[in-house]
Nanobody, 115 residues
Framework: QVQLVESGGGLVQPGGSLRLSCAAS????????MVWFRQAPGKQRELVAT???????NYADSVKGRFTISRDNTKKMLYLQMNSLKPEDTAVYYC?????????WGQGTQVTVSS
């Protein structure tokens, strides 16, 4: 079993940056596909970025060129570097670990982009 704890959220002005972290406990972190999702008020949860076990990454069009997903398997950590933040990036951000059939979610961290 894997437990995930996100951190690093907060209030930031438009154009600013934040780095989200997701700390994993348990074994076999390197074997999990890791994903960042976000959910804005009144909207469905959407996929933001994915990183595979081999380190390949994929991004939603809305964040390409601004966000970077990375992982440190030795530390069991997942990161999301967010630059050039926009008000529409405001949401609760969640990390998810998947190794089928197992899927684990964190509790989320709030990111608010506002002046």
């Amino acid at each position: 079993q894997v437990q995930l704890v996100e951190s690093g959220g907060g209030l930031v002005q438009p154009g600013g940056s934040l780095r989200l972290s997701c700390a994993a406990s348990g074994n076999s972190f390197a074997s999990y596909v890791m994903v960042w999702f976000r959910q804005a008020p009144g909207k469905q949860r959407e996929l933001v970025a994915t990183i595979t076990t081999g380190g390949s990454t994929n991004y939603a069009d809305s964040v390409k060129g601004r966000f970077t997903i990375s992982r440190d398997n030795t530390k069991k950590m997942l990161y999301l570097q967010m630059n050039s933040l926009k008000p529409e990036d405001t949401a609760v951000y969640y990390c998810r670990a998947t190794m089928m059939p197992f899927v684990y979610w964190g509790q989320g961290t709030q990111v608010t982009v506002s002046s």
